[in-house]
């Protein structure tokens, strides 16, 4: 069966219609289906990829030796590094300015933690706050986060 000049043109111009429908189509049925972005999605404490080399904790210091980690006045190397690994991965809630005018009269005892990283000259430094709940911790963005843990996953002697 031949097509005419005028048939070709048809199925060229219901070809580019298909062609366009099939790639909206994902796009329309994220916008009719899926669910919006929500704002209490988790951010992280620190930078994606961010290596430790060292956490300045209240009652203790660890440093990176090569592969392991020994806290600072020890002579002991800690094969445990789970303390490290809980700041590096740590990750909350972001709390928005109204809520932390709201917790401000609760914010009483602050707590400074420095994290060195790799390929950073400055530590960051993470205001936390302890709150019956949760803790209160300023990122590395200046963005506070509230995170539920235990006291001993952030601060191992408490």
Excluded: C
């Amino acid at each position: 069966m031949k097509l005419s000049r005028r048939s070709w043109n048809n199925v060229i111009i219901f070809a580019v219609i298909i062609f366009i429908a099939v790639i909206q189509l994902p796009t329309l049925i994220k916008e009719k289906y899926g669910t919006a972005p929500s704002q209490s999605t988790l951010s992280t404490l620190l930078p994606e990829q961010a290596v430790i080399d060292q956490l300045v904790l209240p009652e203790q210091h660890y440093v990176r030796l090569g592969a392991d980690w020994r806290i600072t006045g020890d002579d002991a190397v800690i094969h445990d590094d789970s303390v490290i690994m809980h700041w590096a991965t740590l990750a909350g809630t972001p709390v928005d300015d109204a809520t932390m005018a709201k917790l401000k009269p609760q914010l009483t005892h602050p707590v400074s933690v420095e994290i060195w990283l790799q390929a950073y000259d400055e530590p960051v430094r993470v205001t936390v706050y302890q709150l019956p709940q949760f803790w209160l911790l300023k990122n590395w963005q200046s963005q506070w986060l509230a995170v539920s843990v235990e006291p001993t996953y952030l601060f191992p002697s408490q």
